[in-house]
T-cell receptor, first 112, second 114 residues
Framework: QKEVEQNSGPLSVPEGAIASLNCTYS??????FFWYRQYSGKSPELIMF????GDKEDGRFTAQLNKASQYVSLLIRDSQPSDSATYLC????????????FGQGTTLQVKP | KAGVTQTPRYLIKTRGQQVTLSCSPI?????VSWYQQTPGQGLQFLFE???????NKGNFPGRFSGRQFSNSRSEMNVSTLELGDSALYLC?????????????FGPGTRLTVL
């Protein structure tokens, strides 16, 4: 079992819809969780991070964390074609380190 | 505030050569982590430095090494390059190593080994 799992997609949504990206992790002691967006040929860009159970909202983005289910998700409201990218979920397993474990990423396509 | 900078942005080397990549973190950030990204393996952790000390190391051979200077700038070195070392090498900067801190990536160095 991989430490961090994401559906590779592609996930296709129409412009204006809500895109839902999911990520599961295997280490129950994982501390904090990151969502990065990566455009083709570019480096990952941090969208949000979350470390407490529940929801965290920032503009059109909402991260949801459920530690009991070992599940973290990212919702993108009012999806735009410019949101088309690969979304990487990353998990920090231990609090005393900066090491992140990444999923393989989900490709999102937002169709005009 | 300037972001993370990495130099060079592109490198072409041949097998057996060695290479040194540089990373300057965001001003005030003291922790630098290095990652390798390939299409097959995705993003994999190489090592992490904080206050000039290596705090963590990923599952890479000893040909991969790094260091951090007193100004928090970091370098990584790959000796005896192999074709499989072709990848995007990314460095990430954060305020400190532990806790719930954001990590910001630099633009990366694209290494091609021929």
């Amino acid at each position: 079992q991989k430490e961090v799992e994401q559906n590779s997609g592609p996930l296709s949504v129409p412009e204006g819809a809500i895109a839902s990206l999911n990520c599961t992790y295997s280490d129950r002691g994982s501390q904090s969780f990151f969502w990065y967006r990566q455009y083709s040929g570019k480096s990952p860009e941090l969208i949000m991070f979350i470390y407490s159970n529940g929801d965290k909202e920032d503009g059109r983005f909402t991260a949801q964390l459920n530690k009991a289910s070992q599940y973290v998700s990212l919702l993108i409201r009012d999806s735009q074609p410019s949101d088309s990218a690969t979304y990487l979920c990353a998990v920090k397993i231990r609090s005393n380190t900066g090491k992140l474990i990444f999923g393989q990423g989900t490709t999102l396509q937002v169709k005009p | 505030k300037a972001g993370v900078t990495q130099t060079p942005r592109y490198l072409i080397k041949t097998r057996g050569q060695q290479v040194t990549l540089s990373c300057s973190p965001i001003s005030g950030h003291r922790s630098v982590s290095w990652y390798q990204q390939t299409p097959g393996q995705g993003l994999q952790f190489l090592f992490e430095y904080f206050s000039e000390t290596q705090r963590n190391k990923g599952n890479f051979p000893g040909r991969f090494s790094g260091r951090q200077f007193s100004n928090s700038r970091s370098e990584m070195n790959v000796s005896t390059l192999e074709l499989g070392d072709s990848a995007l090498y990314l460095c990430a900067s954060s305020l400190i190593a532990g806790g719930n801190n954001e990590q910001f990536f630099g633009p990366g160095t694209r290494l091609t080994v021929l």
